[in-house]
């Protein structure tokens, strides 16, 4: 199959309608598993010749992780990665590299989680294992 109609296909089904600057912007997101913040997509749209504003760039990936087409990661206050694995899973984080790394769900173990509030169910739980050089 092609590879931009794929990501079309994508964006259709899950209620997003493909627009050019979408599609350049999915084309780096949802072609194959990936964490990038917006500087990276922006820096490699950039790099092919893109004119996609840093405002387009920011919304689609509001509109993306809206619709579940891809999954923000904060990895500290003030920067977000974003991941097109969607499905529940953890990471590593290296502090120094700025790398994000997929640990597959069943690879963490939990004892337990405390009693939640009341009225409250548990969405998902997520483990982010911040790593530094020696």
Same mark, same amino acid.
């Given at each position: ?77 003030? @920067? ?53 050089? @020696?």
């Amino acid at each position: 199959m092609d590879p931009a109609i794929d990501v079309q296909a994508k964006l259709e089904a899950h209620g997003v309608n493909p627009t050019p600057q979408r599609l350049e912007i999915g084309a780096l997101l949802l072609r194959q598993p990936v964490h990038l913040s917006a500087d990276q997509i922006l820096q490699q749209l950039r790099a092919a010749g893109s004119a996609v504003s840093k405002a387009t760039v920011y919304n689609t990936l509001r509109l993306f992780t809206a619709h579940g087409l891809v999954r923000e990661v904060a990895v500290d206050p003030g @920067r977000a990665i974003y991941d097109s694995t969607t499905v529940p899973h953890h990471h590593f984080y290296n502090a120094d590299t700025g790398e994000l790394t997929d640990i597959d769900a069943g690879a963490v173990g939990l004892p337990g989680i405390p009693s939640l509030p009341a009225g409250t169910r548990a969405e998902s739980v997520e483990v982010i294992v911040r790593l530094r050089s @020696r």
